[in-house]
């Protein structure tokens, strides 16, 4: 299984203002994002269970249409198929965990 060192790994600017580095394995992905303050995610929805968690920064999270805000520490579990957005309330570190992989971050 091959070894990764995050400085080694090119950061991507996936959509505006959200700068990701990517490590997956078979069954899953590990996004670490850098979020520019401002940014937003549009709604929307795939097939990828996924579960975020605030790193650094505050981060405004609307899952099935119930918003709220979230800080350092916090962690969101949202299901496969489930309607979300988001929105950097100040720059943010924030780290993503997807199964299955999330084959358009290859």
């Excluded at 590990?30 to 549009?42: I, L, S």
């Excluded at 249409?65 to 309330?89: C, E, M, S």
Aim: glycine fraction near 6%; include cysteine; charge should be negative.
């Amino acid at each position: 299984m091959p070894n990764y060192n995050l400085t080694d790994i090119e950061s991507r600017e996936i959509m505006p203002g959200y700068h990701g580095k990517m490590v997956h394995a078979n069954s899953m992905s590990w996004v670490f994002w850098d979020v520019d303050k401002g940014a937003e995610v549009p709604e929307h929805q795939h097939v990828n269970e996924q579960i975020m968690h605030v790193v650094d920064g505050t981060f405004e999270f609307t899952l099935d249409g119930k918003t709220a805000v979230y800080r350092k520490g916090d962690v969101i579990v949202i299901p496969p198929n489930v309607p979300h957005a988001g929105k950097a309330l100040t720059k943010c570190k924030l780290m993503d965990v997807f199964c299955p992989v999330r084959e358009e971050y290859r």
